[in-house]
């Protein structure tokens, strides 16, 4: 069976949300299929540039959770 992979495919491959099965057979798609490995490097290069952000919630916020947590 031929499997037909689209971007989101891709997109979960490159941001490692694919169980190993699945990150396999990309991986052999992408040394099999050069459109697919196109689509690959455009998609990882926005990923690359996209900025690092981590968040972090405010302390209040944390507290609240905290002292709901404690009500229940």
């Known amino acids: 069976m ?3 992979y689209t971007g989101n495919n891709i997109v979960r ?3 490692k949300e694919c169980d ?3 990150k396999l057979e990309m991986e052999f798609a992408l040394e099999d299929d050069s459109t697919l ?3 690959y490097h455009e998609l990882k290069d926005g990923f ?3 900025p690092k952000v981590t968040f972090s919630p405010p302390k209040s ?3 609240y959770i905290l002292a709901y947590s404690l009500e229940a």
Do not use: P, V
């Open 2 to 4: 031929i499997q037909h």
């Open 13 to 15: 491959f490159i941001y």
């Open 20 to 22: 190993l099965f699945e």
């Open 37 to 39: 490995l196109e689509s």
């Open 48 to 50: 690359n540039t996209l």
């Open 61 to 63: 916020c944390l507290d």
